[in-house]
């Protein structure tokens, strides 16, 4: 089975710097999609970024990027320029194909003025 | 465009009695998920429409849960009866592709339900 781990349950980082959070990932599939969500308090889960893990180009998204190694099974989220409404909860899922979503437990992110 | 709605936002009840939450997905969004989301856990899958037929409920305790899709757009999910450990966020999604692996999943801002 398709298991996500996130092994930070929180983090810290000072507004204006950089912070990355780690996702690992347990799959034998060469075909999958990776991504991460962001779910600020009391607010609906939105999409950050996605990666497609056929594609060796790391995706990005402005602030966002991500470090897809896919030998290692690891797909980290790198924030740049960290912004107050950045502070939420982030997922990272996998999904192969139609198959269902699979969540880690997701990181708390805070971010200190 | 509208986002995802659901309702009620907040739900308490009491252990065996029932409870039903609803979804609008967005408009032309051929897919609809539900998901359960327990504190200090990610989401976990219960049900998966396409239209309105069932592609996924693998995960759905069908014992105490069930959904339905009618014409294919608005979802209704209910469990009965409810247990202590059904506490959690009920987030409804959808996408418009039907289950294509890298479609965007929308999500709703969910049912908050506490079970006493």
């Known amino acids: 089975a398709q298991t996500v781990t996130q092994s930070q349950p929180e983090m810290s980082v000072q507004e204006a710097e950089t912070v990355t959070l780690s996702c690992t990932y347990d799959t034998s599939e060469s075909d999958y999609y990776l991504f991460w969500y962001k779910q600020p308090p009391s607010r609906q889960m939105i999409l950050v970024i996605r990666q497609e893990a056929y594609k060796q180009q790391n995706a990005t998204e402005n602030r966002f990027s991500v470090n897809f190694q896919k030998a290692a099974k690891s797909f980290s989220l790198k924030i740049s320029d960290s912004q107050l409404g950045d502070a939420a909860m982030y997922f990272c899922a996998y999904r192969r194909g139609n198959n269902d979503m699979r969540f880690g437990a997701g990181t708390r992110l805070t971010v200190k003025p | 465009e509208a986002g995802v709605a659901q309702s009620p936002r907040y739900k308490i009840i009491e252990k065996r009695q029932s409870v039903a939450f609803w979804c609008n997905p967005i408009s032309g969004h051929a897919t609809l998920y539900w998901y359960q989301q327990i504190l200090g856990q990610g989401p976990k899958l219960l049900i998966q429409?396409?239209?309105?037929?069932?592609?996924?409920d693998s995960q759905l305790p069908k014992d105490r849960f069930s959904a339905e899709r009618l014409k294919g757009v608005d979802s209704t999910l209910k469990i009965q009866p409810a247990k202590l450990e059904d506490s959690a966020v009920y987030l409804c999604?959808?996408?418009?592709?039907?289950?294509?692996?890298?479609?965007?999943?929308?999500f709703g801002p969910g049912t908050r339900l506490l079970v006493l």
């Open positions: 429409f396409q239209n309105n037929g069932v592609v996924d």
């Open positions: 999604a959808s996408s418009l592709i039907p289950g294509q692996g890298v479609e965007t999943q929308y």
